[in-house]
């Protein structure tokens, strides 16, 4: 099996090195694979903790050193307990720095207990106060053999309290208490897809693709039950159960009303969208019996190298657990976790709610789209004088899309927002120039009027703004003939309402309006300098320009609504 390593022999030392390298608040005891808190002087008149075991599990044991969890953890080889020579010096270092006392947190694994009790009985000659708590929470096993139940993920909770009782500076006794009995109420289940390798070595047992290993422990050893892949809620709710069943010795007691703590730890290879949706499954499920979820944590805590998988660690939880739980730490692999509990927690948020659109506004649009279409066949006539005879058919057009529009849609009521949908039904129904120029206006006057800002003031630099984009891309200007003619005036006119009061608004529209049909008629007057009309002899054109025709006659429409409103 292909591992991106330098060689079997250096692989536990290499990873050690570079995660103090890492990691600033961390060391290494010269001569062992120990990694110390680089600030050992805080540990003084303080119980001093000690954790480890095999190599392959990380960020088990090193990465939960740091103030809050553990002073000091010790690395064996590859899923290799450490050897009793660097645990003692690991105590020694510990106790030199004056801790008042080094409490072993063990692994229940034949090899873990007896080399850790090996050095707690040869630190004990040295004058140390030492005391050793073994994790034993695996729930695997109906009938677990002599050995008893395997330690696993359940170990990093109690890396979590411990370190919180030693940093409020508990006695030795007095963590070794709470801790036991916290204990009790731990159980963790592993299930995998795929078995892993040791650098060196053959794949730690053999798994059919689309099998499922049920109990398996950290270490690659194979589970106690093998069965088909299921869906990911199937897989934990079988987990669960197994977990909480009461006919087995290894069951973790679970009623309805209880309170946990869930740990989704992935056992190496498992994707971030898959531990999500174990963890959202994990949830559901204990919800759904009852228990309330205090708080989750979700991710690589105590892995098994490269295996595909997942265990769920659930512990009971009081007030008093919660707060040991949440307490800060700086140790580099402790996730930055929500203090809000999970279950009762409203976790959806609703969009913000659109405002309708006013009356007001939708008559406007209604009666523009109404005027155009009744002004259909006169603004072809116009239009056939001097050009394609179209004109009263695009605006036709554009009227009956927007009509269409208001009925079947919800529409937003932020004038800007508006401006803006209408901005886009007109450049992809109306074609033409007349499209382009009619999409400019509305996308440069939607950025001034807003939510919060949509008085008369707003509208009126709205339609200003709209007007210089024309002006700037259509390359015409007034006296050439084009709806300029009749825009223009009236957009001067409009203006007045920046500085105007209120009681003046009806008047300065009505004004505007009285100008935009003045311009129209007078340009029968002008000589075509833009638009189509411009290629055509001037004494051919004595009817005014359909375009400005148009203008005026929205504007017309949305005054005539307006005053009905008084």
Known sequence: IRKLINSVDSCVDEAVCGLVRANGGLSLLKGHRVVLRSDLENLRGKVALLSGGGSGHEPAHGGYVGAGMLSAAVAGGVFASPPPASILAAILSLYNAGASGVLLIVKNYTGDRLNFGLAAEQARNHGVAVDMVIVAEDCAFDRPSKAGRRGLCGTVLIHKLAGALAQEGCSLDQIVSKVTEVLKGIGTLGVSLSPCSVPGCLPSFVLPPGDMELGLGIHGEPGIKRSKVGFADEVVKTMLDHMTNPDSQSHLPLKSGDRVVVCVNNLGALSCLEMAIVARAAVICLENRGVEVARVMSGSFMTSLEMTGVSLTLMKANQETLRLFDAKTSAPAWPNLS???????????????????????????????????????????????????????????????????????????????????????????????????????????????????????????????????????????????????????????????????????????????????????????????????????????TLPDPGAVAVAAILRAVVEVLEAQK
């Open 339 to 541: 203090s809000v509990c999970v279950t009762g927690r409203s976790y959806i948020t609703d969009p913000p709610a659109t405002r309708p659109l006013s009356p007001v506004m939708r008559q406007v649009l209604q009666m523009i789209c109404s005027t155009l279409l009744d002004k259909q066949e006169e603004l072809n006539s116009l239009d056939r004088a001097a050009g394609d005879g179209d004109c009263g058919n695009t605006h036709a057009q554009a009227a009956k899309v927007i009509q269409e529009w208001l009925q079947d849609h919800v529409i937003p009521g932020c004038p800007g927002q508006l401006l803006s949908v209408l901005a886009r039904l007109v450049q992809e129904k109306m074609g033409g120039s007349s499209g382009a120029l009619y999409s400019l206006f509305l996308t440069a006057a939607a950025g001034h009027v807003t939510e919060t800002q949509s008085n008369a003031a707003a509208w009126a630099s709205a339609v200003h703004a709209g007007t210089q984009a024309m002006r700037r891309y259509g390359g015409a200007d007034p006296g050439d003939r084009t709806m300029l003619d009749a825009l223009c005036p009236a957009v001067d006119e409009l203006m007045k309402l920046t500085t105007s009061q209120p009681g003046g608004h009806m008047a300065i529209l009505q004004a505007a309006v009285q100008k935009a049909t003045l311009g129209a008629e007078e340009t029968r007057n002008l000589t075509a300098k833009a638009g189509r009309a411009s290629y055509i002899a001037a004494e051919r054109i």
